[in-house]
T-cell receptor, first 112, second 111 residues
Framework: ETGVTQSPTHLIKTRGQQVTLRCSSQ?????VSWYQQALGQGPQFIFQ???????GRGNFPPRFSGLQFPNYSSELNVNALELDDSALYLC???????????FGSGTQLSVL | SQQGEEDPQALSIQEGENATMNCSYK?????LQWYRQNSGRGLVHLIL?????REKHSGRLRVTLDTSKKSSSLLITASRAADTASYFC???????????FGKGTKLTVNP
């Protein structure tokens, strides 16, 4: 176990709805990254937060947004859900002195 | 887009055999990491090799890096059924903190 927890584990939404996914980072980690993993693919970087500020963003539209809180937990928000947003969403935490990521178990989002 | 490409896409071996997975990438890198994923859940970090290193070992894992060929290999020796998982390589580039993952190799170790 990595100490990174994500909620919920599974979620079913319909097109056009909004969703919020949550992540608690490992103790001592102030950096959180979010990844989207479609079936049969590798994870794709969405964005990263460091000390409550966005610190890098991948090729995702603005309807993907995030927050990091003072306790370094994080949220991923997706507006106007599309069918292609169906995927496993992974949160990973890290510390500035260590390049390896510690992943949570993910949230499986299905958009119908 | 995904920079790393693992080869083969799928690999099936018997317990006790060695498993070798390869990763190729297209740009210069800071480091290359290997991760393991069981049943589509969270990824677990296995090993990190920096661009100025050529080989690293960790238990039954051996990773090599050839920056001139832009490729890396992961060798798992004396495989076990519990090694059944998908294995991903991921690179970091330039000043970016993001990891760029390949599509992975699905390893099946038959008892």
């Amino acid at each position: 176990e990595t100490g990174v927890t994500q909620s919920p584990t599974h979620l079913i939404k319909t097109r056009g709805q909004q969703v919020t996914l949550r992540c608690s980072s490992q103790s001592g980690h102030n950096t959180v990254s979010w990844y989207q993993q479609a079936l049969g693919q590798g994870p794709q970087f969405i964005f990263q937060y460091y000390r409550e500020e966005e610190n890098g963003r991948g090729n995702f539209p603005p309807r993907f947004s995030g927050l990091q809180f003072p306790n370094y937990s994080s949220e991923l928000n997706v507006n106007a859900l599309e069918l292609d947003d169906s995927a496993l969403y992974l949160c990973a935490s890290s510390s500035p002195t260590n390049e390896k990521l510690f992943f949570g178990s993910g949230t499986q989002l299905s958009v119908l | 887009s995904q920079q790393g490409e693992e080869d083969p896409q799928a690999l099936s071996i018997q317990e006790g055999e060695n498993a070798t997975m390869n990763c190729s990438y297209k740009t210069s890198i800071n480091n290359l990491q290997w991760y393991r994923q069981n049943s589509g859940r969270g990824l677990v970090h296995l090993i990190l090799i920096r661009s100025n290193e050529r080989e690293k070992h960790s238990g039954r894992l051996r990773v090599t890096l050839d920056t001139s060929k832009k490729s890396s290999s992961l060798l798992i020796t004396a495989s076990r059924a519990a090694d059944t998982a998908s294995y991903f390589c991921a690179i970091t580039q330039g000043g970016s903190e993001k990891l760029v993952f390949g599509k992975g190799t699905k390893l099946t170790v038959n008892p």
